[in-house]
């Protein structure tokens, strides 16, 4: 990366730098004083409960925390309702006219909701769902581009349903005639009927027009309906449903170590405290910010960090529809200039990317706006950091390293940019309220040092469960050492200053540019197509994405008969896992072989896989079937691929 070279950054990336919050940014910060760890420590139950009390409840909790590991509640008996804490608490009050949602769309048209536009149109689209008959217990999915209606759907459901959720047994679905991706429209609508085509639970689909493009949408009477128009008879006013603490919120499928996604379900009460508090104390936001979270909504970042944190805590969210690339590679940088954005949160795959395109995109704009960084996803390595740090927030900004999942719902790794002196790469420390230790297998605690990375205390953003699976709830997550303590995946280490380094995962998940992907689930992709006799995959570094996926498959006798290119098979097999997961999946390189490797046990031996991908020398080979098919697969691996 030629940036990293550059002469400014020399004196920058010496060793063991660490960067004090600034004065200025101190003196102003919403949380200073580092006692705010000492308080909840003290009593973490009563730190969350002060937390809470910030939000807008219809009944008050009896109890903070029910603990009867590894199952919590949180705030029993607690009635709230989320859409309420993000936009009637507003509205109500001095935010009402503050723009809540900034938006610009790929093409470059622009939109502003205020918190009161926004409460209306969430009311009248509350109403829309109950006239379709939606009731609770129904299901809804979305299938939409980043647009305002994606925001106002959520809270939609958010304010008049209870256990919703967004798995194949939907009876409505939200889509649009189509969403704008690097110059091109995606026929959303198009790819949306394909797939109701195949669930029949779906009785109506309404479609939003993202704006005049004049695309041929097919309508089908009866089933679905526009958007504009429903929303043009609604009334403007829906109470809200008061939802008990507890009550489902949303649930959201990620990637495990086994062929089958899980459904995270998150909650309404704990899941709101926990990301309210930490995006007010981790993003420091005030009401003078314009903030940006580039996620995806569809990821949990964008649940917790473009809608409900921030907007529990009345913040203006700016929202980029497009890639970052589209029209030029200054995209990103154009846009903080021309709205003034004060906090940008990324992940470091984007970083990397930026870095590669060079310095003179971010330097042909003012960038002086910003006043926080913040990075997400996977490890941030020093060079990106020290390069988002000095390039983009003109050394004047902390960057706020935050470690976190899906199960967690909110951050719990994180420097308070207020208080904590940061390094370059690491995480810092856990959130207040949080216990993080780094532990041995055996599950000795280790102070200084590596291990795996375990919460040994409930959250009250943590997950309740895996949907329709309490047994797999219990085995993944709370069982290696005692029902009391989480079980992250991650591998961590800690330095004497008590400071958290994560390294990764240490299980069969893979971290594609922030995206959790299970090896298992391309495996199981691969071997669906009908050419694929055996497939294993493995993760291999990535200079930008972090991780790529590496494939080895065995195809079936007879496919390989000379008719068809083996490229033309590995792109088959590539869109393949394209359908059947998504594109963030599909793999980077796939290597045809007529066997795997493995133990004379017949066990798979991945991690000579991941050797032979990475490119490094083989280690002991001496529990393999056949060790010189191995160095001919590594030899095939480096003609094609090296
Ligand atoms: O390995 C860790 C990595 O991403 C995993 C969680 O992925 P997901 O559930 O998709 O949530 C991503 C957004 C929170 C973790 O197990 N990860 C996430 N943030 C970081 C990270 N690794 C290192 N540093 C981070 N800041």
Not at 109 to 126: G, I, K, N, P
Not at 471 to 485: A, E, F, L
Not at 539 to 554: M, P, S, Y
Request: charge should be neutral; aromatic fraction near 10%.
């Amino acid at each position: 990366m030629a940036d990293l070279k550059h002469p400014e950054l020399e004196d920058l990336l010496r060793e063991d730098r660490a960067f004090a919050p600034p004065a200025d940014f101190q003196a102003r910060a919403n949380v200073a004083d580092p006692s705010i760890y000492a308080e909840a420590e003290r009593d973490p139950e009563a730190f969350w409960g002060r937390l809470a009390g910030e939000l807008e409840w219809s009944r008050g909790w009896d109890r903070v925390l029910d603990w009867q590991p590894p199952h919590a509640k949180w705030f029993v008996g607690g009635k709230l309702n989320a859409s309420v804490n993000c936009l009637d608490r507003h509205v109500r009050g001095a935010r009402r006219n503050k723009a809540a949602l900034v938006w610009e769309g790929e093409p470059g048209d622009r939109r502003t909701l205020t918190y009161f536009d926004l409460y209306r149109q969430v009311s009248a689209f509350a109403n829309v769902l109950k006239g379709l008959g939606i009731k609770k217990g129904d299901r809804v999915g979305m299938y939409l581009p980043l647009i305002p209606e994606l925001v106002i759907s959520m809270l939609a459901c958010a304010r008049s349903l209870r256990d919703r959720m967004n798995d194949m047994k939907a009876s409505l679905l939200i889509t649009a005639d189509g969403g704008y991706r690097r110059g091109q429209i995606v026929p959303l609508k198009q790819v949306a009927d394909e797939a109701v085509a195949d669930v029949p639970s779906i009785k109506n689909v309404v479609v939003i027009q993202r704006g005049g493009q004049g695309m041929p949408v097919h309508i089908k009477e009866g089933r679905d309906h526009w958007y504009h128009r429903l929303m043009q008879e609604a009334p403007l006013a829906c109470d809200a449903e008061p939802m008990d603490a507890e009550d489902m919120l949303y649930i959201l499928y990620t990637s495990g170590t086994t062929g089958k996604p899980k459904g995270i379900v998150h909650t309404t009460g704990g899941y709101l405290v926990g990301t309210y508090a930490t995006a007010k104390l981790v993003f420091d936001l005030r009401d003078d910010d314009v903030y940006w979270c580039t996620a995806d909504i569809g990821w949990v970042t964008g649940h917790s960090y473009v809608v409900y944190g921030p907007l529990a805590n009345g913040a203006t969210v700016f929202m980029y529809e497009g890639a970052p690339d589209w029209p030029q590679k200054d995209r990103f940088w154009a846009l903080i200039e021309r709205y003034g954005i004060t906090i940008l949160y990324t992940a470091p795959t984007a970083i990397r990317a930026f870095m590669r395109w060079g310095t003179e995109w971010p330097r042909r704009h003012d960038l002086s706006s910003l006043r926080l960084l913040g990075s997400v996803g996977e490890p941030i390595n020093p060079e990106a950091w020290i390069w988002y740090y000095h390039f983009i927030g003109g050394d004047r900004c902390p960057v706020v390293d935050t470690w976190w999942q899906t199960e967690t719902g909110a951050i719990m790794i994180t420097p308070l940019p207020g208080v904590t002196t940061l390094k370059p790469g690491s995480a810092t420390r856990p959130f207040p309220g949080i216990s993080a230790e780094i532990r041995n297998e055996r599950g000795d605690a280790i102070e200084v040092g590596g291990g795996l990375l375990a919460l040994t205390r409930p959250w009250p953003a943590m997950l309740r469960g895996i949907y329709g699976d309490p047994r797999r709830y219990v085995q993944q997550y709370w069982s290696k050492w005692g029902s009391g303590v989480y079980v992250t995946g991650d591998g961590a280490k800690r330095d004497a200053d008590g400071y958290f380094w994560l390294l990764g995962r240490v299980d069969d998940v893979i971290n594609v540019a922030g995206h959790r992907i299970g090896t298992m689930e391309v495996e199981s992709a691969l071997v669906d197509h009908p050419s694929v006799a055996e497939a294993a995959v493995v993760g291999r570094a990535h200079e930008i994405k972090g991780q790529a996926i590496a494939a080895f498959v065995t195809l079936k006798d007879g496919v390989a008969d000379g008719t068809r290119s083996t490229k033309d098979i590995a792109n088959e097999l590539k869109e393949h896992v394209v359908k059947k997961i998504g594109a963030i999946a599909r793999p980077d390189d796939i290597l045809f072989t007529p066997d795997l490797p493995k133990t004379r046990s017949g066990k798979i031996m991945r991690r000579l896989l991941r050797d032979i991908a990475e490119g490094k020398a083989l280690g002991d080979m001496t529990t393999l079937a056949d060790s010189a098919a191995v160095e001919k697969l590594k030899a095939n691996y480096e003609e094609e691929y090296g």
